[in-house]
T-cell receptor, first 115, second 116 residues
Framework: AQTVTQSQPEMSVQEAETVTLSCTYDTSENNYYLFWYKQPPSRQMILVIRQEAYKQQNATENRFSVNFQKAAKSFSLKISDSQLGDTAMYFCAFSLNFGNEKLTFGTGTRLTIIP | KAGVTQTPRYLIKTRGQQVTLSCSPISGHRSVSWYQQTPGQGLQFLFEYFSETQRNKGNFPGRFSGRQFSNSRSEMNVSTLELGDSALYLC???????????????FGSGTRLTVV
């Protein structure tokens, strides 16, 4: 079974600064997907960024980037130039490839951007 | 393009009753998954449907059931409600296929169920 661990329950950072959220996972599979989801007070889970395990290049989406270390089973999210709208719960999630699309989530990190 | 729609947004039920929640996926998405979110247990996978068939099921009692219709809309049902069933129930839809680029999930805003 796969597990996902987020060791930072809460974090806060000043607006415009950079923050990194940590995530580690455990799997014996070689092909899989990793995701970061954001859940603001509106409750909707919003996909922030996705990484395919077979790709060595780290994914980036505007101000969001990941540091994917496959051997270490680590998948951290870096948010640059943080904005007030980034305040939310952030969940790291894992999904196997080839038809098994169940998501396994970490416990989340509550991120607060301070004006 | 319309997102994933979940109805109702809020629901209050009495212990012992049953409840049905609805999820309309993004047009063209054939896979629908359900998750339960609670402060204590976090996000837990309930089940997933694809083309009206349940493909995966999480570790929940038989009181939790679901179905998917030919238009991909899905419902989940919880019978004999317990206080511990109070949670946010999230639905996610996705494309599915051997194309790796199809892996992705779009969530609805959830149904907040309170059992009293």
């Amino acid at each position: 079974a796969q597990t996902v661990t987020q060791s930072q329950p809460e974090m806060s950072v000043q607006e415009a600064e950079t923050v990194t959220l940590s995530c580690t996972y455990d799997t014996s599979e070689n092909n899989y997907y990793l995701f970061w989801y954001k859940q603001p007070p509106s409750r909707q889970m919003i996909l922030v960024i996705r990484q395919e395990a077979y790709k060595q290049q780290n994914a980036t989406e505007n101000r969001f980037s990941v540091n994917f270390q496959k051997a270490a089973k680590s998948f951290s999210l870096k948010i640059s130039d943080s904005q007030l709208g980034d305040t939310a719960m952030y969940f790291c999630a894992f999904s196997l490839n080839f038809g098994n699309e169940k998501l396994t989530f970490g416990t989340g990190t509550r991120l607060t951007i301070i004006p | 393009k319309a997102g994933v729609t979940q109805t109702p947004r809020y629901l209050i039920k009495t212990r012992g009753q049953q409840v049905t929640l609805s999820c309309s996926p993004i047009s063209g998405h054939r896979s629908v998954s359900w998750y339960q979110q609670t402060p204590g247990q976090g996000l837990q996978f309930l089940f997933e449907y694809f083309s009206e068939t349940q493909r995966n099921k999480g570790n929940f009692p038989g009181r939790f059931s679901g179905r998917q219709f030919s238009n991909s809309r899905s419902e989940m049902n919880v019978s004999t409600l317990e206080l511990g069933d109070s949670a946010l129930y999230l639905c996610a839809s996705s494309l599915w296929g051997r194309d790796k680029s199809s892996a992705g999930y779009t969530f609805g805003s959830g149904t907040r169920l309170t059992v009293v």
